[in-house]
């Protein structure tokens, strides 16, 4: 589904992609892990055209997007759950739903798909008026997820899903992506430094390190891969 081709990316002198390239194939979780500032959000922005590359291509079911302005991307199906959630806070729960189906015309698809969110995340269902800005973090996380999926992706780029929240929510939130990707046949690029969790929920990965891909593989052969538990693991 998504091809990353010799991808650069340059933060006026400093280069912060040095040409990376990896694939996501269609229906699959992907993760991409590394310490802070190995350029893992930098990669999931480039994608979503909030960030011009220097170089090189991201070819998603065929076509290049790398010039492409983010809002096409959303309607070409790219849909991102941002570092740090980024909700709004003044709107509702509803209202930052209904914001990410802002491309969408079909009423009833639109409340079906809703209707999965609350299914998934009821207990969005049981905030559906409050605030944004009251929830906890992990409700907060939930709300970002469910406000991508409301524009129907057909690839679900995730940032840092499980930064600030309390373990007990980060495994709910890990479970929920392994159910999405199952239920609805969404592809997932997952970013996360808490590499264990994402090797656990993952089919292949890429470790990133100061913006270039040291190591790929299978997730779970990865997870028992010495260099990783090392750096990644705490083993």
């Given amino acids: 589904m998504l091809q990353v081709e010799q991808l650069q990316v340059n933060y006026g002198a400093i280069s912060a992609i040095k040409g990376i390239t990896f ?23 480039t994608i979503s055209g909030l960030v011009k590359s220097a170089s090189g291509k991201i070819i998603f079911k065929g ?9 096409h991307i959303v309607e070409l199906g790219i849909s991102q759950s941002p570092e ?31 209707d999965y969110c609350f299914n998934v995340f009821p207990r969005l269902k049981e905030r559906i008026k409050q605030a944004g800005g009251t929830l906890s973090g992990g409700e907060q996380q ?7 999926l409301m524009s129907k992706p057909s690839l679900l780029l995730l940032d840092e899903p499980s930064l600030g929240i309390a373990p007990l929510l980060v495994k709910l939130i890990f479970e929920k992506i392994v159910e999405i990707n199952r239920d609805l046949g969404t592809t997932i690029l ?25 190591l ?20």
């Fill in 216 to 235: 790929e593989g299978n997730a779970r052969e990865l997870a028992q891969n010495e260099e990783v538990q090392k750096a990644y693991l705490g083993m």
């Fill in 63 to 71: 076509k290049d997007i790398a010039s492409t302005p983010s809002h």
């Fill in 84 to 114: 740090g959630r980024m909700i709004f806070p003044e709107l509702t729960v509803l209202e930052n739903l209904k914001m990410g189906a802002y491309l969408r015309k079909n009423r009833k698809e639109i409340q079906e798909d809703m």
């Fill in 23 to 45: 694939t996501v194939p269609e229906r699959s979780i992907v993760t991409l892990i590394g310490a802070n500032g190995a350029g893992k959000t930098t990669t999931l922005r």
């Fill in 142 to 148: 939930m709300l970002a997820i469910a406000r991508a």
């Fill in 190 to 214: 997952l970013v996360e430094q808490n590499a264990a969790m994402a090797l656990n929920v993952a089919h292949h990965a890429y470790v990133l390190e100061t913006g270039e891909i040291i």
